[in-house]
């Protein structure tokens, strides 16, 4: 069973550049989440998509970051413009669906904005 | 604000020996509590969740709840070089989302 995959797996850009990057979750999923890792820190949760509808936004830094999951399935996160504190882990996750305990994480976007 | 709490550590145990890893949360209504794994510069993997008041036990690992004292604990017996990472707590409030603590890291030395 093929994992979840994201890319890029490095991106270092300068402040107030945009950068997008992209999410393919487990096939059949239903539940995409988008966290932020910075380092030393635990995931934050960004947003949570459940089929192509979000269900949790409220910590998305919604004047800067965007995202999307068009037909349910893949999804990409954008940062527009970006600032130093975005530099952080991107982790994309996917779980069966809402119910489902058990979350899969690709294995991220090391974003560094310079 | 919700919240999920860990000591950050390093947490140093010797090969063999007993890593207790703690975790509180602030949510009475918190419904079911993870741990992840996560090696250094790789993507956390879930190791155990618990949902009920009590042990449960999957190989060497073994899962403390206790909701009165709002406490989760991971116990890893028989501790080896492999296990040293990060152990991330997570707790799964009522709205579904899931929050993680800050993470331990463990240093198990030979």
């Known amino acids: 069973e093929a994992g979840v995959a994201q890319s890029p797996r490095y991106k270092i850009i300068e402040k107030r550049q945009s950068v997008a990057f992209w999410c393919n979750p487990i096939s059949g999923h239903a539940t995409l989440y988008w966290y932020q890792q910075i380092l030393g820190q635990g995931p934050k949760l960004l947003i949570q998509f459940q089929n192509n509808g979000v269900v949790d936004d409220s910590q998305l830094p919604k004047d800067r970051f965007s995202a999307e999951r068009l037909k349910g399935v893949d999804s990409t996160l954008k940062i527009q413009p970006a600032k130093l504190e975005d530099s952080a882990v991107y982790l994309c996750?996917?779980?069966?669906?809402?119910?489902?305990?058990?979350?899969?994480f690709g294995s991220g976007t090391q974003l560094s904005v310079l | 604000q919700k919240e999920v709490e860990q000591n950050s550590g390093p947490l140093s145990v010797p090969e063999g020996a007993i890593a207790s890893l703690n975790c509180t949360y602030s949510?009475?209504?918190?419904?079911?509590f993870f741990w992840y794994r996560q090696y250094s510069g790789k993507s956390p993997e879930l190791i155990m969740f618990i949902y009920s008041n009590g042990d449960k036990e999957d190989g060497r690992f073994t899962a403390q709840l206790n909701k009165a004292s709002q406490y989760v604990s991971l116990l890893i017996r028989d501790s080896q070089p492999s296990d040293s990472a990060t152990y991330l707590c997570a707790v799964r409030y009522n709205t579904d989302k899931l929050i993680f603590g800050t993470g331990t890291r463990l240093q198990v030395f030979p």
């Open positions: 996750a996917s779980s069966a669906d809402r119910a489902n305990e058990k979350l899969f």
């Open positions: 949510d009475r209504g918190s419904q079911s």
